[in-house]
């Protein structure tokens, strides 16, 4: 086990010293005032305690402070914060060596366990103590908005641990360019790249000591840089159901997708990519006189409350005041008017005849969308994944959609309080005609006439659904018809099914007859109380129910195009590796075309040269292998902002907070009231969720929705009342409370809840999970939680106010001991 002089320590040496070493060592290196010291590597065995005095007495001997390096310490992506033992005041070479001790064993503990590493390589570094007056922690970043163009710190007077163990109040304050810490922070930055959480002390001469700097890993990533006034980015992904990071190869064809998908809405969106994720560059729009007007309203369908709150924060901005002089002319606008007429009211005369075209369309583009070549070659298949025309959505498939959203839109406002709350959505329940019901139907027919898992053949369902998949529309994720353990996954649920009265299709024939029943009583009074706006919303109700359900059916069209797309980069990928080019054929995923191209042209080379010296990957494999890092990386992320600025503010965060210190509170989106306990679910590939259980979730597409058979109720973090997530839910007559802030977060499986649509509300009602520290998301294999009963009221009637708690909070050790908290 070497020992090293921090000066002599630099980032490369992470794997053999540790994160916390190695930022040390570069600090030193760089001319930072680092107390200094030494440190053992992060190698097992027993101490080389003579080696170890020896060091302490180079180093003079004295106080010291001793502290924790592990190999998976201040990554960019995790820092571990907190998980390991720092010992300060360390005096004598006996205290010493019980110190590095205490380090090394805290590897193993229970809090490192929790964050998710098991086998935990532990180095330790020895410095001098510095007798600090103040100490605390410079965030070159503001970490609670994302600012990049501010600077944040607290401090405390003493050593600093009263700061990082989070138990005593800190003096929090912004700082300026005239602030020294501010000098500082921005040279610590541009050494290592990224903001950074730097601990300082300064001592009783009055000189700043640096402790430590390390990525701050809270951070969203932040937009590229932008010349000239700030810009706004929304988040396009959750429309889509879409948490995750897009694949580099899904990226590049959504981009083009969105912009031809909004250019029929008179809308010109330069679609980024944040951290993986599609965000919609809106500044032209919010600064025009015109287009600014529209925004909120346009928003209300897809993009939910929480965008169109941070949309109305924008426009009041002074950043964004609409621009002065002639309108700048933009290309596109709307389609038609004349022919968006006559589509729409078209559908709504005649919604039979206008169904049976979009199903003639829909056949129409899945025959299209296979390739009549018989063998293509590479250069082929790449010219047809180019040739893809996605952007073309046929009159019969848009507008008998289109009627059915705005059937589905207006009579609220037609209404007014005519209808009592949930009355809307009760009567958009049980919908008829929508291709993802049908698709969980049949799902369920499958277990209910299966005995055992083993059972079911799964050929023709995938004949017909195995272009689909959770996050479908990128083209790097799996298909079910290439890996179908999720629609497993989902039928192992539906086998838990016992109770006739929860089985799926009764279930949804309740909603049915529920929907129509509230439909004729609604009607009766709409008419007598507004003769004239009540006949039209319910002559629109009426059409909704047979044309609202239509909705999915564009995005299930457009599918066959994108899995026949995938299905010829999977095979360049395999031709590419059987080159050499690449490692397996799904890295294609990780290049965009034209680097697919430039790889196709290495291969060829390669081929007709046997001489041919080039690099045989031209970079392209390490280019797939940090991507693929960055990818893993940012799938560990669970929040995702609504929308950014150009300097990295997340502007939700900025928003006045309406916090209910009871309650979860988001927006009811399916009618109803039930009880039961949660299950937070990330991934539906994995996910058991027992009949009964409240399903709570970031964000939900079509790929989620076997899951809604058999939940009690949907509660998630994004999306709009007409998304995918809340529209299933109507259909099986579940209520749904979407746009609940932090809700995977703050809600933990096996807690006992409340979801009452009507109020808007999740309440904790017994908070079980605290104690039992019920896994957040266990696979197939796990124990289910214990069994609850399940409440399910339609009545309207709000939940009483039950508290829900924080998390788990780390334990803090005394001050001048073991430190638990600030490694």
């Not at 302490?56 to 402070?65: K, S």
């Not at 969308?369 to 996605?390: F, I, N, Y």
């Not at 498939?397 to 209808?419: E, N």
């Not at 809600?747 to 019920?774: C, E, N």
Request: proline share 7%; net charge negative; charged share 25%.
């Amino acid at each position: 086990m070497p020992i090293f002089d921090l000066h002599d320590v630099s980032a490369g040496a992470v794997d053999r010293v540790g994160g916390k070493a190695a930022a040390l060592g570069e600090l030193l290196r760089a001319g930072e005032r680092v107390p200094s010291g030494f440190c053992l590597t992060a190698e097992a065995g027993p101490l080389p305690e003579g080696e170890i005095i020896a060091a302490y007495e180079r180093l003079g001997g004295g106080v010291v402070a001793v502290r924790s390096s592990a190999t998976v310490e201040d990554a960019p992506d995790a820092s571990y914060a907190g998980m390991f033992d720092t010992v300060l005041d360390v005096h004598g070479p006996e205290a010493l060596l019980a110190a590095i001790e205490t380090c090394r064993a805290s590897a193993s503990n229970a809090r490192a366990k929790a964050y998710g590493k098991g086998d935990i390589r532990m180095g330790v570094v020895v410095q001098r103590m510095i007798a600090a007056d103040r100490a605390g922690v410079l965030f070159t970043a503001n970490p609670l908005t994302g600012r990049r163009t501010e600077m944040l710190v607290e401090s405390a007077e003493g050593n600093g641990s009263t700061v990082v163990d989070g138990r005593h109040d800190v003096d929090r304050r912004l700082v300026g360019p005239d602030d020294p810490l501010w000098t500082v922070g921005q040279r610590l930055q541009a050494l290592f790249g990224s903001p950074q959480d730097v601990e300082w002390a300064i001592d009783e001469h009055g000189e700043l000591w640096i402790l430590q700097s390390r990525p701050i890993t809270t951070l969203f990533p932040s937009p590229p840089p932008a010349d000239g006034p700030p810009r706004v980015y929304l988040e396009f992904g959750h429309v889509q159901g879409m948490l995750q990071p897009v694949t580099p190869m899904g990226m590049n064809s959504l981009q083009e997708l969105i912009k031809a998908m909004l250019a029929p809405l008179g809308l010109r969106v330069e679609i980024v990519d944040i951290g993986g994720r599609l965000y919609g560059d809106l500044s032209d729009l919010v600064r025009d006189p015109v287009a600014r007007r529209r925004l909120v309203p346009l928003m209300a369908v897809d993009f939910g409350p929480r965008a169109q709150a941070v949309m109305r924060h924008v426009l009041d901005d002074p950043q964004f005041v609409p621009r002065k002089g002639p309108r700048k002319k933009r290309d596109g606008g709307l389609p038609p008017i004349g022919r968006a007429v006559r589509g729409i009211l078209g559908a709504l005369a005649k919604p039979d005849r206008a169904r049976a075209r979009l199903d003639e369309a829909v056949e129409r583009i899945r025959l299209s969308s296979r390739s009549d070549v018989g063998t293509p070659t590479t250069e082929e298949r790449l010219r047809l994944v180019r040739e893809h025309d996605q952007s073309d959505s046929p009159d019969a498939i848009i507008w008998p959609i289109v009627a059915g959203m705005l059937a589905s839109a207006l009579p609220p406002r037609l209404l007014g309080d005519v209808a009592r709350p949930g009355e809307i959505h009760a009567v958009l329940g049980g919908m008829p005609h929508n291709v993802t019901i049908e698709m969980d139907l049949a799902l369920w027919r499958l277990a209910r006439d299966a005995g055992s898992l083993d059972d079911i053949d799964l050929g023709a369902f995938l004949d017909r659904y195995g272009h689909r998949a959770a996050a479908e529309v990128d083209l790097g994720v799996p298909r079910w018809s290439e890996d179908p353990a999720p629609v497993r996954a989902a039928l192992a649920n539906l086998l838990r099914v016992t109770d006739p009265e929860q089985a799926p299709d009764r279930r949804f024939a309740r909603a049915a007859e529920r929907a129509e029943a509230t439909l004729l009583d609604l009607g009766a009074r709409a008419r007598r109380r507004r003769p004239v706006r009540g006949r039209l919303a319910i002559f629109l109700l009426g059409r909704a129910r047979r044309l609202a359900g239509l909705r999915e059916t564009g995005k299930f069209a457009g599918l066959y195009r994108l899995a026949e797309m995938r299905h010829h980069l999977l095979a360049v990928g395999a031709d590419l590796t059987a080159a050499g080019v690449l490692s397996r054929p799904d890295d294609i995923m990780f290049l965009t075309l034209d680097e697919a191209d430039n790889a196709a042209r290495i291969a060829r080379k390669l081929r007709a040269d046997d001489a041919f010296e080039g690099d045989r990957s031209s970079g392209h494999r390490q280019l797939i292998a940090d991507r693929r890092a960055e990818y893993d990386r940012e799938s560990r992320r669970r929040s995702v902002p609504v929308a950014l600025l150009s300097d990295g503010t997340d502007i939700e965060a900025v928003l006045p907070s309406a916090e209910d210190p009871g309650a979860l509170r988001g927006v009811g989106a399916s009618a109803g009231r039930a009880t039961g306990p949660v299950r937070v679910v990330h991934d539906p590939a994995t996910a058991r969720l027992e009949p009964g259980e409240v399903l709570v979730t970031s964000t939900t597409d079509p790929g989620w929705t076997p899951l809604f058979l058999t939940a009690s109720a949907l509660v998630t973090e994004t999306g709009a009342v007409m998304a995918h997530g809340p529209t299933v839910a109507r259909e099986y007559g579940i209520p749904a409370v979407i746009c609940v802030p932090g809700a995977t977060r703050h809600l933990r499986t096996g807690q006992i809840v409340t979801v009452d649509a009507a109020a808007g509300t999740v309440t904790v009602v017994s908070d079980v999970a605290a104690d039992a520290a019920a896994p957040v998301e266990p696979g197939p294999g796990n124990a289910a939680s214990a069994a609850a009963p399940v409440e399910l009221d339609y009545g309207n009637a709000a939940s009483g106010a039950a508290a829900v708690g924080p998390g788990i909070g780390d334990e803090a050790g005394d001050a001048g001991t073991v430190v638990k908290g600030s490694s």
